[in-house]
């Protein structure tokens, strides 16, 4: 039961355009969503956050968006540049509990920024 | 500031052996959570420990144990290994484990022949 889901595996973008990754989740009790980006054999770097009670979070050229209805995040990188291409994880945390300490990834999606 | 420290960043051993693996957290933090990332299966979660007290454990053997020192840091144990064990180790640390930023290692590729 895959509660985080990404569903696109890949995206290609143009340098200067926008980039849109996009995340959907199950388990209503997810109450802090994060957006990582990683390289093959190295750790995630943490990029951005959003607490359940915001609907948009900005840094930078990062913004991350929540639909909580929709049970649906998205990041957005404006503008994308070619050092953005990496593999973007989201990732999604409920609040105490059996929960405590634990992140639920999506699968990953392969972010290629051409020049 | 020092981010998360993993140690070591690759290990190669045999079947059957045992391996530790360390991890030192961004200072402050005093959760620490791994996980182990694989290609088919993703990142998973294997277990927190906060103030030397595992407060979370994920779908794994007991093979797999951890234990947290009064200085934040972590290390975790596989016993008997398996080839299936060959895999990216992840620690991550935060304040407090729950509705806060976690900052990942930079992990540890265990290869096991």
């Known amino acids: 039961d895959q509660q985080v889901k990404q569903n696109s595996p890949s995206l290609s973008v143009q340098e200067g355009r926008i980039s849109i990754l996009n995340c959907d989740y199950t388990?209503?009790?997810?109450?802090?969503f994060l957006w990582y980006k990683k390289y093959p054999a190295e750790g995630p770097t943490f990029l951005i956050s959003?607490?359940?009670?915001?609907d948009k979070n900005e840094d930078g050229r990062f913004t991350v968006f929540l639909n909580k209805s929709a049970k649906h995040l998205s990041l957005h990188i404006v503008p994308s540049q070619p050092g953005d291409s990496a593999v973007y994880f989201c990732?999604?945390?409920?609040?105490?509990?059996?929960?405590?300490?634990?992140?639920?990834f999506g699968q990953g999606t392969i972010l290629t920024v051409h020049p | 500031k020092a981010g998360v420290t993993q140690t070591p960043r690759y290990l190669i051993k045999t079947r059957g052996q045992q391996v530790t693996l360390s991890c030192s957290p961004i200072?402050?933090?005093?959760?620490v959570s791994w996980y182990q990332q694989t290609p088919g299966q993703g990142l998973q979660f294997l277990f927190e420990?906060?103030?030397?007290?595992?407060?979370n454990k994920g779908n794994f053997p007991g093979r797999f144990s951890g234990r947290q020192f009064s200085n934040s840091r972590s290390e975790m144990n596989v016993s008997t290994l398996e080839l299936g064990d060959s895999a990216l180790y992840l620690c991550?640390?935060?304040?407090?484990?729950?509705?806060?930023?976690?900052?990942f290692g930079q992990g540890t590729r265990l290869t096991v022949v």
């Open positions: 991550a640390s935060s304040y407090v484990g729950v509705g806060t930023e976690a900052f």
């Open positions: 420990y906060f103030s030397e007290t595992q407060r």
């Open positions: 200072s402050g933090h005093r959760s």
């Open positions: 959003i607490s359940s009670i915001k």
């Open positions: 990732a999604a945390s409920a609040a105490g509990g059996t929960s405590y300490g634990k992140l639920t």
């Open positions: 388990n209503s009790m997810f109450d802090y």
